[in-house]
Each structure stands twice: as C-alpha cells, then as structure tokens.
Nanobody, 115 residues
Framework: QVQVVESGGGLVQPGGSLRLSCAAS????????MGWYRQAPGKERELVAR???????DYADSVKGRFTISRDIAKNTAYLQMNSLKAEDTAVYYC?????????WGQGTQVTVSS
C-alpha cells in the first residue's frame, strides 16, 4: 500500500503564497503520478495539479500561472507552490498518489485565503 500525508496549509491573505507538501510512504516504487485536489464547501472535489514520474504536469485552468507542482522522487515528496492566492482558492487540499496498486488519498490540509 501507499500512504500520503499532506502538510503546509494555513491562513493567508489574498495575494499571498503557501507551499503544500505531500510525503509518500509504503510501496513508493509503484507510484507513477501524484496530484493535488481540492474541495471547497458545497462543491465537488476537483483536480488542481498533477505530475507524472516523467515530469509531465497538468493544471486546472483556474490555477495556471499561479500554482506550480513539483516532485522530489528521492524524498518521495510532492509539492504545490501556490502564489497570488485568491479567496476562491479556499478549500481543503488533498494529495493523491497513483500507483500500480491503486489510488491513495491523504487526509487533507485546510487552506484559507482571507483578509
């Protein structure tokens, strides 16, 4: 199995920045992609960004140019750098690892953008 744990959420003012981290453990050799998703109150969970082992990235239109996903394979960690944050970015952010075993979700970390 693969386990993932998120960290780095918090309260930030509009226009500010945060970096989220996602640490993977377990059968990490089987991971071929990692992604960040978010879910705001009353809304469905949505893809924010995803990165494959080969470095291919995919972003939601709403975050392109503001968020950057990266991955340190040696550290088994994925990151989400979030800049120019907006109130509408407020949500619980979840990390997901995709592996030959299946999909593994973290518990989520709250990001609140407010003045």
């Amino acid at each position: 199995q693969v386990q993932v744990v998120e960290s780095g959420g918090g309260l930030v003012q509009p226009g500010g920045s945060l970096r989220l981290s996602c640490a993977a453990s377990g059968s990490i050799f089987s991971i071929y992609a990692m992604g960040w998703y978010r879910q705001a109150p009353g809304k469905e969970r949505e893809l924010v960004a995803r990165i494959t082992n080969g470095g291919t990235t995919d972003y939601a239109d709403s975050v392109k140019g503001r968020f950057t996903i990266s991955r340190d394979i040696a550290k088994n960690t994925a990151y989400l750098q979030m800049n120019s944050l907006k109130a509408e970015d407020t949500a619980v952010y979840y990390c997901r690892a995709e592996s030959a075993i299946g999909r593994s979700w973290g518990q989520g970390t709250q990001v609140t953008v407010s003045s």
